[in-house]
Each structure stands twice: as structure tokens, then as C-alpha cells.
């Protein structure tokens, strides 16, 4: 095993913390602020370099809006040896052939169809689910009026293999053995197969950021599923440990999670 997949093997057997998507969509949101800070406080040499770099990126940025600006602009033919032109009507002369600039390239506009192609799911859009559908309220201590603030979760779940429950006092959201799925039937689109694979972790659930924290399972949902039974290799021949995939039915109904892998 090459040395450097330690790291990424560990994350697809163990997966990641609940709130990772989170914590990282939240860093992205404060570099803005970082820079900013930075650009103001910043003395010396490490100012210069700070400058150096803001102003690379704003030379590429204009760059862009220009290529931007310029991808419709009409311009004419260049004119052609006397040798090579043909006759023309004279009711064409005056007509110069005209040209559509595309300032974006070929290689550019391939990226941006590929980054649209990564992101589609067979299902793009899903039903809303409501947190009382979700959730059921748990009434604990003497006092059953006021202690309703523990939650037990109605749907499917999906928990880590090191899940150990917190102390019953301090737990809020229960998640019952009954409904915790640990394997999905997953259906590769290209081989037209469908194997069971071991779920590794919930990517993103569409209802809510905290249903992608507890692991809910439902409809839409994107999981991760451990695909090397399936001996799926990348361009440089190293096995593919974990693939996306979206779940295309309704656990709580079925009773099993049927998905479709994201290739």
C-alpha cells in the first residue's frame, strides 16, 4: 500500500466527525474575514507577500469578467490574399463575414459541464420532510409537562462502527437499534448490477444539516458506500475505497436502503 493512503483509508473505514461538512463550509466562510484582517494588520515582508498574492488574484479576475464581456463580440473576417478570394455576387459585397468571439476556451467551458455532471443525482429533487415526522417526543421525569426535551428519531439511521451512546440524563436524540442501518443495495448505473455494500458515512441529507449530523436516512439522502469488493480503480491504479451514492426509496417503508452509485 503506497504510503500516503493511510490517511484517506482511515477516514473511509472510520469515517469523519459529525459536524465536519459543517465546521469546513464554516472555515471557507471566515477566510473573507481572515484576508481582510490580514491586509490591515500585516507589516514588512509578510505584507508585501500578502499584497503579491491579492494581486494575482485580481489580476485574474479581471481576466475573466473581460473574457466574459467579450465572449459575444462580433468581429469581421480578415481579409484575404487577392490570389485566394473568390467571386462574389455584388449584391454581397458589402456583406463582411462576421465571427462570434469565444473568449472562452474549449478546455474552460469541458471543466465547467464536468463540475455540472459530478453534482447531478438521479434524483435531483425530493419531498420535504417535517421534524415531527422526524422526530417523537419523549416524555421524561415526574415532572412530564416540563422534561419534553428528549427526541426520538422515527427514521432510519445510520451510525459509525465506534458509536458509543452518551449518558441517558444528557442524551437528547435517541436513535433505536431497530432502525440503524449499516449495509444499502446499490445499483451501478454502467455495469446495470446491484450489490449490498457497507455504508461508511451520510454525506448530505437535502431536509436538514442536522438530519446530515444524526445520520438520518431518507429519501435523496447521499451516502457513502464502501465499493472495494467491487475492484474499482483510479487513472493511476490505486483502489477506490469509498463512492457516492443516493438513496432512491424510502427506508422507513421498505425496510432495506436501495441507492444508486454516483459515477
Known amino acids: 500500500m503506497p504510503q500516503n493512503d493511510y490517511i484517506e483509508r482511515h477516514i473511509k473505514l472510520h469515517g469523519r466527525r459529525l459536524d465536519h461538512e459543517e465546521r469546513l463550509r464554516k472555515k471557507q466562510a471566515r477566510e473573507g474575514h481572515k484576508h481582510s484582517k490580514d491586509a490591515q494588520n500585516l507589516r514588512g515582508l509578510r505584507a508585501k507577500m500578502q499584497q503579491e498574492v491579492r494581486r494575482k488574484e485580481k489580476i485574474q479576475m479581471k481576466k475573466t469578467i473581460k473574457a466574459h464581456e467579450a465572449r459575444n463580440v462580433k468581429s469581421s473576417d480578415a481579409p484575404k490574399d487577392d490570389d485566394d478570394r473568390e467571386a462574389v455576387p455584388h449584391y454581397l459585397l458589402d456583406r463582411a463575414g462576421e465571427r462570434s468571439a469565444k473568449a472562452l476556451s474549449t478546455a474552460i467551458k469541458q471543466k465547467r459541464n464536468e463540475k455540472a455532471a459530478r453534482f447531478a443525482v438521479p434524483l435531483p429533487k425530493v419531498r420535504g420532510i417535517s421534524e415531527e415526522e422526524v422526530f417523537s417526543v419523549v416524555k421524561t421525569g415526574k415532572k412530564t409537562k416540563k422534561k419534553a ?28 437499534m431497530a432502525l440503524r442501518m449499516k449495509k444499502a443495495n446499490i445499483t451501478h448505473p454502467g455495469l446495470k448490477v446491484t450489490v449490498m455494500l457497507p455504508i461508511l458515512s451520510v454525506k448530505k441529507n437535502p431536509q436538514d444539516p442536522m438530519y446530515t449530523r444524526l445520520g438520518v436516512l431518507t429519501k435523496g439522502t447521499i451516502i457513502e458506500v464502501d465499493v472495494s469488493d467491487l475492484g474499482m480503480t483510479t487513472t493511476t491504479g490505486k483502489v477506490v475505497w469509498g463512492r457516492w451514492a443516493q438513496i432512491t426509496n424510502n427506508p422507513e417503508n421498505d425496510g432495506c436502503v436501495n441507492g444508486v452509485l454516483l459515477v
Do not use: A, N, S
Open 149 to 176: 426535551w428528549k427526541r426520538m428519531i422515527t427514521k432510519p439511521t445510520f451510525v459509525g462502527p465506534d458509536f458509543v451512546r452518551g449518558p441517558v440524563k444528557l442524551e437528547r436524540f435517541i436513535r433505536p
